[in-house]
């Protein structure tokens, strides 16, 4: 058993107010007895503007937002992953990337989201993701000392055979950090995040972004924590803050002996 964290944040377009939020919030998850801790998608920077990216991302090495989150999970000895934030991989290209700490400050595991976000919502509401960064290649899977976590990104939500394949692989906990959109998440949110954890028995935590951003950009919050078979143990709905639940690593294992489906395509 052990407890994860899920927090949510309005995230705006500066680097060291986001960074300052986002370490009380973890702190205080911590004090909670929090053994994991996640955050939402543009954790560090929140922004539509290509050239702002360009000119406030950086690359994995001396990277000051990493290395601040690195000296946390060191000094609480703890693991913490970074939702997602923009990493620099040249003068031009960006990856939208999660970042995984564990207890003794070392990144372990980075996965880069695989499906861009290029939909028109809306006369007024438009993304091009796959203009800004580069589209990640590789499933990954980080090991726990609890078990198999299969890491994922917002959108992603969306293509059910990345999180089959996963779960296949031995993953028991899904990650979802997000930025859905106020529209999206009314409509679709809490239905795509309970089927990804009902058709593969798996927990999600799923952190999100909450509000109105500076850019009058709206999200839409609700950060989930979701049992395998589809209960949601704990939820936030807006503001800032964070969840906390316990979690039994034996419980997907247990529901896929029931229910054998994962043996099948």
């Known amino acids: 058993m052990f407890n994860v964290s899920c927090i949510q944040i309005t995230s705006d377009n500066n680097v060291f107010s986001n960074l300052e939020k986002t370490t009380d919030l973890i702190i205080n998850s911590i004090k909670k007895k929090a053994d994991l801790i996640i955050t939402p998608e543009n954790t560090s920077l929140f922004t539509l503007d290509h050239s702002e990216l360009l000119e406030k991302a950086e690359e994995m090495n001396n990277n ?16 913490i992953l970074i939702g997602s934030l923009p990493i620099k991989l040249s003068k031009k290209l960006l990856a939208n990337r999660s970042v995984l700490f564990n207890p003794k400050g070392k990144i372990v595991n980075y996965y880069d989201k695989i499906h861009m976000f290029d939909v028109n ?8 993701e796959s203009k800004k960064f580069l589209s990640g290649k590789k499933k990954v899977l980080a090991k726990l000392p609890w078990g198999l976590m299969g890491l994922t990104i ?22 979802v950090p997000s930025a859905f959109t106020k529209i999206t998440g009314e409509k679709h949110w809490h239905t795509l995040l309970k089927a990804r954890a009902i058709e593969n028995f798996s927990y999600i935590f799923a952190a999100a ?36 639940a316990k979690i039994n690593e034996n419980l997907p294992k247990q529901l896929r002996a029931k229910i054998p489906s994962l043996k099948s395509n």
């Open 64 to 79: 000051f937002f990493l290395e601040s989150i690195s000296k946390i999970s060191e000094s609480y000895k703890k693991w």
């Open 121 to 128: 919502l809306s006369k007024n509401e438009k993304y091009e």
């Open 154 to 175: 917002c959108y992603d939500v969306r293509f059910p055979n990345l999180y089959r394949e996963l779960a296949k692989k031995g993953a028991i906990f899904m990650t």
């Open 209 to 244: 972004q909450t509000g109105r951003h500076y850019n009058d950009r709206l999200t839409y919050g609700h950060s989930l924590i979701i049992s395998p078979d589809g209960e949601i143990l704990r939820e936030k709905e807006k503001g800032e803050g964070f969840i906390i």
